[in-house]
Nanobody
Framework: QVQLVESGGGLVQAGGSLRLSCAAS????????MGWFRQAPGKEREFVAA????????FFADSVKGRFSISRDNAKNTLYLRMNSLKPEDTAVYYC?????????????????????WGQGTQVTVSS
């Protein structure tokens, strides 16, 4: 069983930055593909970014490319999402997710079903 706990959300002005963290329990973190998703009010959950088990590969949604970065520390069982140049449209609940199969397929990485475990989410609000 894997438990994921996000932190680092909050209220920030447009143009500002935040770093989200996701602390994972369990022994599978270091072999799992990890992802970040977000869900804005009234909208479906959408993919934000993903990172391969060893950190060697990353993938981003077009909407955040160049502004967000994803990283992981397998020694600390922690996933990060650095968000720069935040926009009001980035306002959402952000979720981290773990894909225990550890696959890296561009066709499936953005799909929710690729991930087995989910955190409870952390709210990010960007004011204009």
């Amino acid at each position: 069983q894997v438990q994921l706990v996000e932190s680092g959300g909050g209220l920030v002005q447009a143009g500002g930055s935040l770093r989200l963290s996701c602390a994972a329990s369990g022994r599978t973190f270091s072999s799992s593909t990890m992802g970040w998703f977000r869900q804005a009010p009234g909208k479906e959950r959408e993919f934000v970014a993903a990172i391969s088990w060893n950190g060697g590969n990353t993938f981003f949604a077009d909407s955040v490319k160049g502004r967000f970065s994803i990283s992981r520390d397998n020694a600390k069982n922690t996933l990060y999402l650095r968000m720069n140049s935040l926009k009001p449209e980035d306002t959402a609940v952000y979720y981290c997710a773990s894909g225990s199969r550890g696959r890296w397929l561009i066709s499936t990485i953005p799909i929710s079903s690729e991930y087995d475990y989910w955190g409870q989410g952390t709210q990010v609000t960007v004011s204009s």
